[in-house]
């Protein structure tokens, strides 16, 4: 049986990898094509949203979960009307992701006009309420328990002097009812004031709320060859990390096997496809351990994305589940046995 190995010429080289973008990798060359499974039977699966279909027009704009694991929550929110309440994550600190629409999101430290492409940081115990919706925001916020922190690797991905900044100060004297609805384990508490709990006057220090646009990263390529993409946000432990995964010159990703993270990759915009990835606000989740591929990175109309890895293991909500396709890992389309 030795004595056949080698004759037929291996087409895939399938790459078995530790610790994300940073630790040791195995490569094997085979025949088969690794992500392209038939069918399943089981749970662990890999997963598309398209988190658009999670509300109807005049949703009430809470959070909601589709994906949770230890010490991480990905959540959807829709925001078609002033929030008429804020919020405190006393658990996690919160990545806000813009998907669509414009909106000025208040909070504690002050008010900024976010739009498409966003990334607010939002530090934990932070409160916050979306007002002033220009077109409806739809966004994706990531929950993360550990502190969290714009941190390009390598510096590149993004100029942090210019690119990033802080909500500017506000004051609203309005006297009226306030709610501040805190977000803890046990499930939420609502805080009632007469003056608004918000804003102020001038806040200085350095735990404050901060934001980047996508567009501003910068996608790092090379003439020949491939490089992982650039991180954008870290937090202390290493459970959560945020990627650039716009389009540019590089090779595409070897087909491989995450070992210790599961993959959350979220098409943001076009005009290009990320594969079978087309409509913004889509999340591509890969569990840990599953062989995939990835589209081709270096395409001729751009596209934006990101990816976040987490070594949490995640698993669907209810209402993740009720928007989920099975998804194919080559280009992440929806599986063809996902009638
Ligand atoms: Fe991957």
Redesign the pocket.
């Known amino acids: 049986m030795g004595g056949d190995l080698g004759r037929k010429p291996a087409a895939h080289l399938y790459s078995y990898?530790r610790e994300g973008f940073a630790g040791a990798r195995t490569n094997v060359p085979r025949a088969g094509y690794s992500p392209s499974y038939t069918r399943i039977e089981g749970e662990y699966a890999p997963r598309r949203f398209d988190i658009a279909e999670l509300f109807p027009p005049d949703a009430r704009s809470f959070p909601v979960a589709i994906l949770r694991g230890d010490g991480i929550v990905l959540e959807a929110t829709r925001h078609a009307a002033a929030m008429d309440f804020a919020i405190r994550n006393v658990v996690a600190d919160e990545v806000h992701y813009v998907v669509s629409g414009n909106a000025r999101l208040e909070t504690d430290f002050g008010a900024m006009d976010v739009r498409y492409g966003d990334f607010v940081l939002v530090p934990r115990a932070v409160a916050w309420r979306y007002v002033g919706i220009g077109d409806p925001v739809l966004a994706l916020t990531a929950a993360c328990e550990g502190a969290l922190a714009v941190a390009p690797d390598p510096s590149a991905v993004l100029n942090t002097a210019l690119d990033v900044d802080e909500p500017v100060p506000f004051a609203d004297a309005t006297p009226g009812d306030y709610e501040v609805l805190v977000r803890h384990r046990g499930g939420t508490t609502s805080y009632f004031y007469k003056f608004d709990p918000l804003g102020g006057q001038a806040p200085r220090g350095a735990a404050s709320v901060r934001r980047f646009n996508i567009e501003s990263a910068k996608g790092l390529g090379v003439a020949f060859g491939g490089i992982p993409p650039g991180r954008l946000i870290d937090d202390a432990a290493g459970r959560c990390l945020f990627y650039h995964l716009s389009s540019r010159r590089s090779d595409r990703?070897p087909i491989?096997c995450?070992a210790d993270?599961d993959?959350i990759i979220v098409y943001a915009g076009g005009p290009g496809a990320y594969g079978g990835l087309t409509v913004p606000g889509t999340v591509a989740w890969?569990p840990k351990g599953i062989a995939?591929h990835?589209a081709e990175e270096d395409v001729a109309v751009p596209y934006q994305a990101w990816?976040l890895e987490t070594r949490a293991d995640l698993s669907m909500t209810e209402a993740g589940r009720s928007v989920a396709r099975l998804m194919e890992t080559g280009e992440y389309a929806i599986h063809p046995s996902d009638g």
């Open positions: 990898t990703p491989h995450n993270y993959e890969t995939h990835g990816l």
